[in-house]
């Protein structure tokens, strides 16, 4: 049975879509009192955070989607595309399945992070999408 409210039926997506895409997403603990968000790259425990929120090499607490905590060593960073990536030292995650979405300007995406120990979403609207992407810091992306 279906629901005929469009509203209703667009909520039921968007919570279908933080549900499939929440066992991806990782709590980084690499600064301070803030934690910030990963997401699981390879089944061998890749993490890919962004750079400015890990300040230090070591000791990166990582919290898990079943609610456990592990750590993490850097294994590389770009300060000019704001990226780090990490190793989780207890071993494989589940990865992420990237596809490639035909994104427009005005498209609706949903985003997934885990400040805390549940997933937080939000909604937005993709604002511009064409060609390569500059960081504030000189570091660019391909589309």
Partial sequence: MTNADPLVS???????????ASPHVVRVEGRG???????AWSSDGLVV???????RDEEIGIGLPSGESTTAEILGRDPTTDLAVLRVKSGALPPVEWGAPALAAGALVV????????????LGIVARAAGEWRAPTGGKLDR
Avoid: F, I, K, N
């Avoid at 009192?33 to 997401?39: E, F, I, K, L, T």
């Avoid at 955070?49 to 300040?55: G, I, L, Y």
């Avoid at 985003?111 to 939000?122: D, F, K, N, Q, Y």
């Fill in 10 to 20: 667009l909520s039921d997506r968007l919570q279908s879509l933080v549900e499939r």
């Fill in 33 to 39: 009192r803030s934690a910030s968000s990963g997401v």
């Fill in 49 to 55: 955070a962004a750079h400015h929120t890990v300040e």
């Fill in 111 to 122: 985003s997934v992070s885990r400040p805390g120990r549940a997933p937080r979403a939000a």
